[in-house]
């Protein structure tokens, strides 16, 4: 079975604290995603990597970062937390090939006060 | 750009009910078209996939979907609801472009005893 799992269920944070969401998954798939969801809007994509060292924006980048120096690892930075950040994200990776099924972690979270 | 309406906010069956959820859907192309699921505090796991050939499509715990190219729609159905369905549903359509999903806002589900 395919596993991703994410370093946190559940991040308390303080307004203007730098903060990690670690994503790994087990599955050596190329594709990688962050999502972040609120109720009444679904998931909406943040950020997104095809392979190592490569990021591309999705729908709302503002005030996120990512890294993936490993292919099995994909990060999430909020450089500098705010209460509108606070949310549920969550992590996907999929093969490469158009089409393949997205595999989803449990999600974080996270609360910043 | 793709987009997916879940025009159904909150539905409430009762237990051995059938469930119909509601999906449209607006892609320039062939959609790649996808139900997830979600249960309270969970992550989102995958019920069905349509990609081409057969409209109707057979997911996990008894669930189908029939994709409808004329209406655009691909909605999601059960013929007897179990009290332990009740969760969140989304429709997802696949952006071959950039291999990331978007998503409708969800039905909530609930089941009547």
């Known amino acids: 079975d395919v596993k991703v799992t994410q370093s946190s269920r559940y991040l308390v944070k303080r307004t203007g604290e730098k903060v990690f969401l670690e994503c790994v998954q087990d599955?050596?798939?190329?594709?990688m995603f962050w999502y972040r969801q609120d109720p009444g809007l679904g998931l909406r994509l943040i950020y997104f990597?095809?392979?190592?060292?490569?990021?591309e924006k999705g729908d709302i980048p503002e005030g996120y970062s990512v890294s993936r120096e490993k292919k099995e690892r994909f990060s999430l930075i909020l450089e500098s937390a705010s209460t509108n950040q606070t949310s549920m994200y969550l992590c996907?990776?999929?093969?490469?090939?158009?089409?393949?099924?997205?595999?989803f972690g449990p999600g974080t979270r996270l609360l910043v006060l | 750009a793709q987009s997916v309406t879940q025009p159904d906010i909150h539905i409430t069956v009762s237990e051995g009910a059938s469930l119909e959820l509601r999906c449209n859907y607006s892609y320039g192309a062939t959609p790649y078209l996808f139900w997830y699921v979600q249960s309270p505090g969970q992550g989102l796991q995958l019920l069905l996939k349509?990609?081409?050939?057969?409209?109707l499509v057979q997911g996990i715990k008894g669930f189908e979907a029939e994709f409808k190219r004329s209406q655009s729609s691909f909605n999601l159905r059960k013929p007897s609801v179990h009290w332990s369905d009740a969760a969140e549903y989304f429709c997802?359509?696949?952006?071959?472009?950039?291999?990331?999903?978007?998503f409708g806002s969800g039905t909530r589900l609930q089941v009547q005893p």
């Open positions: 996907a990776s999929s093969f490469v090939s158009g089409g393949e099924t997205q595999y």
């Open positions: 349509y990609f081409s050939g057969d409209t």
């Open positions: 990597s095809y392979d190592v060292k490569m990021k």
């Open positions: 997802a359509v696949l952006d071959t472009g950039r291999r990331a999903l978007t």
């Open positions: 599955m050596d798939h190329e594709n």
